[in-house]
């Protein structure tokens, strides 16, 4: 396969030809906050945390969703990016109910993480608050609508890993809620296969185990990626 | 005319409150209200949460007793579990709530009370705080502030963390404590015995020159109500409820937290957020009864631990009656506790059970409604939730132990007004024994309103007409 050459930040980097900048930049030691992008799924750039500076373009890039080309000049970690970061995360907390002191995921979680990655000290914008439901009705696993970022992670581990498709989402913009099934409770979603997938690739305290306590919730989300790596040695 | 005085906001406790005196004609106080004047509103945003994050939710009513919480959230939880929690893990709970007793009581008798008590209710209002005591008394402050740090390290040795550990859950604990912590604990228990001797002999040599404040801070007849072994000792967590009267007679025995409805019911006035609870077979306000420190050591027969009986003894000989009903005496039952906490902790860090490594029984939803009750520093606690099938929180009502004393507060504000306070006088020092006799209640008024905000005090003289005469805020 092809090498490009790139410069990432000033540094000359080699990438192969089909990677993106994202996982360019990683194997350079460069590091590019996300959310919607879990290694072992497909892409789906929605959460935007990833967005870089290209040199020749106007507009910002999804590092997770952007090949590589040769020559390209990429900036991660400018004041404009920063300032973008920020208001992104801003605007996860602002969106629904995120109340760390009192989440089964608080001191393990990736949205927590990320806020004290780009210095949230505090949230600009008006909090929606809205009125979100707890799902338990599954024997192993809820869900707490009031934590989830709709970053996708479960609905493609799902379909993509699992090969279930459980997990989708109906609604749009701020009324778009994950469902399984066609819409019924999870613990009447005949496809679920109680794997946990969704509850490893879940970023915050979205989905948890049943019986989860605060601060409790501890996950390896590397596992999907071991396991999508393992099935494609054997297969 | 007649006026009205307001204390805006009431120092020195934990929340936010007021107090106004009303005042006759002639200048003679005709009555007082405590006005607690926050509202935080648990007992609704709480409803549709899965019952297993209740202890450390309810944990966030309060900084000063969070464990209370824990614990009797975690109770509850156990009987919505239908689980009998494994023995170690209700002798760690009980460990933890020994802790709890001891910083709390230490933080009421040292830094909230102590400067009234060794410094003076009139002297200089600028040093009378816990500095002002650190200043005046550096070594008597300074075993304090230890010892409470002392029971504070005990929750954190427990819990990974001082305030809020979401530590005892649902079924039991989430962890255990080493020998080697038990045993740096041990060695630090003289010390901790040793202070607690000291201030009780300070306390007795105050006591002994304070017979006007026994007589008129909050000194009537009511009924009493704590938990109590099922020997009728002393007890603060897991035990059942006992109530008696002014007399000693034993009104209610035994009775077991989810039966608490029978026992207390719970009224509401319209000049304050906090609710008005009372003993249900007196009604509404006849059925007036306190809780905390000298409720437990009056409906307790004994306490079962040597030296905290002692003193027990001399409280009633001293008292000249087996039913102490002066609350001026609560700052002696606080000191009396963590005597009686300490003796316990020392016998429980000696208990073998405690290295036991299964903490955490586990179970489906089993029953759709539990009351948890544990003995809070301030007095009986009561969670009481209904879940639904898989277990979110349909209903909830908290039962806070400072709101148990609201009735005899309001009288023992009014009792210290008409003996200290005549005609439109707004004199500080005599305010501040107005505030004192609160602080003997040792009231937490975030958590008995689950309320938001940091302490303070105000006080306004109303006229007969409703206008404010004079108003000062601390």
Same mark, same amino acid.
């Given at each position: 396969?092809?090498?490009?050459?790139?410069?990432?930040?000033?540094?000359?980097?080699?990438?192969?030809?089909?990677?993106?900048?994202?996982?360019?930049?990683?194997?350079?030691?460069?590091?590019?906050?996300?959310?919607?992008?879990?290694?072992?799924?497909?892409?789906?750039?929605?959460?935007?945390?990833?967005?870089? #500076?290209?040199?020749?373009?106007?507009?910002?890039?999804?590092?997770?969703?952007?090949?590589?080309?040769?020559?390209?000049?990429?900036?991660?970690?400018?004041?404009?990016?920063?300032?973008?970061?920020?208001?992104?995360?801003?605007?996860?907390?602002?969106?629904?109910?995120?109340?760390?002191?009192?989440?089964?995921?608080? @001191?393990?979680?990736?949205?927590?993480?990320?806020?004290?990655?780009?210095?949230?000290?505090?949230?600009?914008? #008006?909090?929606?608050?809205?009125?979100?439901?707890?799902?338990?009705?599954?024997?192993?696993? @809820?869900?707490?609508?009031?934590?989830?970022?709709?970053?996708?992670?479960?609905?493609?581990?799902?379909?993509?890993?699992?090969?279930?498709?459980?997990?989708?989402?109906?609604?749009?913009?701020?009324?778009?809620?994950?469902?399984?099934?066609?819409?019924?409770?999870?613990?009447?979603?005949?496809?679920?296969?109680?794997?946990?997938?969704?509850?490893?690739?879940?970023?915050?305290?979205?989905?948890?185990?049943? @019986?989860?306590?605060?601060? #409790?919730?501890?996950?390896?989300?590397?596992?999907?990626?071991?396991?999508?790596?393992?099935?494609?040695?054997?297969? | 005319?007649?006026?009205?005085?307001?204390?805006?906001?009431?120092?020195?406790?934990?929340?936010?409150?007021?107090?106004?005196?009303?005042?006759?004609?002639?200048?003679?106080?005709?009555?007082?209200?405590?006005?607690?004047?926050?509202?935080?509103?648990?007992?609704?945003?709480?409803?549709?949460?899965?019952?297993?994050? !209740?202890?450390?939710?309810?944990?966030?009513?309060?900084?000063? +007793?969070?464990?209370?919480?824990?614990?009797?959230?975690?109770?509850?939880?156990?009987?919505?579990?239908?689980? /009998?929690?494994?023995?170690?893990?209700?002798?760690?709970?009980?460990?933890?709530?020994?802790?709890?007793?001891?910083?709390?009581?230490?933080?009421?008798?040292?830094?909230?009370?102590?400067?009234?008590?060794?410094?003076?209710?009139?002297?200089?209002?600028?040093?009378?705080?816990?500095?002002?005591?650190?200043?005046?008394?550096?070594?008597?402050?300074?075993?304090?502030?230890?010892?409470?740090?002392?029971?504070?390290?005990?929750?954190?040795?427990?819990?990974?963390?001082?305030?809020?550990?979401?530590?005892?859950?649902?079924?039991?604990?989430?962890?255990?404590?080493?020998? /080697?912590?038990?045993?740096?604990?041990?060695?630090?228990?003289?010390? &901790?015995?040793?202070? %607690?001797?000291?201030?009780?002999?300070?306390?007795? %040599?105050?006591?002994?020159?304070?017979?006007?404040?026994?007589?008129?801070? =909050?000194?009537?007849?009511?009924?009493?109500?704590? !938990?109590? %072994?099922?020997?009728?000792?002393?007890?603060?967590?897991?035990?059942?409820?006992?109530?008696?009267?002014?007399? *000693?007679?034993?009104?209610?025995?035994?009775?077991? &937290?989810?039966?608490?409805?029978?026992?207390?019911?719970?009224?509401?006035?319209?000049?304050?957020?906090?609710?008005?609870?009372?003993?249900?077979?007196?009604?509404?306000?006849?059925?007036?009864?306190?809780?905390?420190?000298?409720?437990?050591?009056?409906? +307790?027969?004994?306490? *079962?631990?040597?030296? &905290?009986?002692?003193?027990?003894?001399? !409280?009633?000989?001293?008292? =000249?009656?087996?039913?102490?009903?002066?609350?001026?005496?609560?700052?002696?039952?606080?000191?009396?506790?963590?005597?009686?906490?300490?003796?316990?902790?020392?016998?429980?860090?000696?208990?073998?059970?405690?290295?036991?490594?299964?903490?955490?029984?586990?179970? $489906?939803?089993?029953?759709?409604?539990?009351? $948890?009750?544990?003995?809070?520093?301030?007095?009986?606690?009561?969670?009481?939730?209904?879940?639904?099938?898989? *277990?979110?929180?349909?209903?909830?009502?908290?039962?806070?132990?400072?709101?148990?004393?609201?009735?005899?507060?309001?009288?023992?504000?009014?009792?210290?007004?008409?003996?200290?306070?005549?005609?439109?006088?707004?004199?500080?020092?005599?305010?501040?024994?107005?505030?004192?006799?609160?602080?003997?209640?040792?009231?937490?008024?975030?958590?008995?309103?689950?309320?938001?905000?940091?302490?303070?005090?105000?006080?306004?003289?109303?006229?007969?007409?409703?206008?404010?005469?004079?108003?000062?805020?601390?």
């Amino acid at each position: 396969m092809a090498a490009r050459t790139l410069t990432i930040n000033g540094t000359l980097i080699s990438a192969r030809s089909n990677e993106t900048v994202l996982e360019a930049a990683r194997e350079a030691g460069i590091s590019i906050p996300t959310l919607c992008h879990l290694d072992g799924l497909s892409e789906v750039g929605a959460c935007r945390l990833c967005l870089v #500076e290209i040199a020749g373009s106007a507009k910002l890039q999804p590092a997770c969703h952007t090949t590589v080309t040769e020559g390209m000049e990429v900036q991660t970690d400018t004041p404009r990016l920063k300032a973008h970061r920020r208001a992104i995360v801003e605007l996860l907390f602002a969106e629904r109910n995120h109340i760390c002191a009192v989440c089964v995921a608080s @001191g393990h979680c990736e949205l927590q993480q990320l806020a004290v990655e780009v210095g949230m000290s505090h949230v600009r914008y #008006e909090y929606l608050s809205p009125d979100c439901s707890v799902d338990i009705s599954h024997a192993r696993f @809820g869900i707490d609508h009031n934590r989830c970022v709709l970053c996708t992670r479960c609905v493609r581990a799902c379909d993509e890993v699992e090969g279930v498709h459980t997990w989708d989402i109906a609604g749009r913009g701020t009324n778009a809620r994950l469902i399984t099934d066609l819409n019924v409770p999870w613990g009447e979603a005949t496809s679920c296969t109680s794997c946990g997938k969704c509850l490893l690739a879940c970023p915050t305290g979205a989905i948890f185990s049943r @019986g989860s306590t605060v601060a #409790e919730l501890e996950r390896d989300a590397s596992r999907i990626a071991t396991i999508v790596a393992a099935r494609n040695e054997r297969w | 005319m007649t006026q009205t005085i307001v204390i805006d906001p009431v120092t020195r406790i934990e929340g936010h409150a007021k107090i106004s005196i009303y005042l006759d004609n002639d200048g003679s106080v005709r009555d007082a209200q405590f006005h607690v004047t926050e509202f935080r509103g648990f007992e609704r945003f709480c409803i549709g949460r899965p019952f297993w994050e !209740m202890p450390a939710i309810t944990a966030r009513i309060c900084g000063i +007793c969070p464990i209370s919480h824990i614990l009797a959230s975690a109770k509850a939880g156990d009987a919505l579990l239908a689980v /009998e929690i494994p023995p170690a893990a209700d002798k760690l709970r009980r460990l933890m709530n020994l802790g709890q007793i001891i910083q709390s009581h230490a933080l009421s008798f040292f830094h909230l009370s102590g400067p009234d008590l060794f410094l003076g209710y009139e002297s200089d209002p600028a040093k009378r705080n816990i500095f002002g005591l650190i200043a005046a008394e550096p070594d008597f402050a300074r075993g304090g502030i230890r010892l409470r740090q002392f029971g504070q390290e005990i929750i954190e040795a427990l819990g990974g963390r001082k305030i809020h550990p979401a530590w005892a859950v649902p079924g039991g604990v989430r962890s255990g404590i080493s020998a /080697e912590v038990r045993a740096a604990f041990r060695q630090r228990l003289p010390e &901790a015995m040793d202070v %607690t001797r000291k201030a009780m002999a300070r306390f007795k %040599t105050v006591l002994d020159a304070s017979d006007e404040e026994v007589r008129s801070y =909050g000194f009537f007849p009511s009924l009493f109500a704590g !938990m109590v %072994t099922p020997e009728g000792n002393w007890e603060h967590h897991g035990g059942k409820l006992r109530v008696r009267d002014a007399e *000693g007679q034993i009104l209610a025995d035994q009775v077991k &937290a989810d039966a608490y409805q029978q026992l207390f019911g719970e009224a509401s006035e319209a000049w304050s957020y906090l609710k008005f609870p009372y003993y249900q077979p007196l009604g509404y306000p006849d059925g007036i009864y306190r809780v905390g420190p000298l409720a437990r050591l009056n409906v +307790c027969d004994q306490v *079962g631990t040597p030296l &905290a009986d002692a003193e027990l003894t001399e !409280m009633r000989q001293r008292a =000249g009656h087996r039913m102490v009903t002066a609350s001026f005496y609560y700052h002696y039952a606080r000191l009396i506790e963590i005597l009686a906490a300490l003796e316990l902790v020392t016998q429980l860090l000696d208990d073998p059970d405690l290295g036991s490594s299964v903490l955490r029984a586990d179970a $489906g939803v089993n029953h759709l409604e539990a009351v $948890g009750c544990s003995e809070a520093p301030r007095g009986s606690l009561f969670h009481h939730y209904q879940v639904d099938k898989n *277990g979110l929180i349909t209903y909830l009502n908290l039962i806070i132990a400072t709101g148990q004393n609201n009735l005899a507060m309001n009288q023992t504000v009014a009792q210290i007004a008409r003996h200290y306070l005549r005609g439109d006088r707004l004199e500080e020092g005599l305010l501040n024994r107005v505030e004192a006799g609160i602080r003997a209640y040792d009231p937490c008024l975030s958590c008995s309103t689950h309320a938001v905000g940091q302490a303070a005090f105000a006080i306004s003289l109303i006229g007969p007409d409703g206008r404010v005469v004079d108003h000062a805020v601390r």
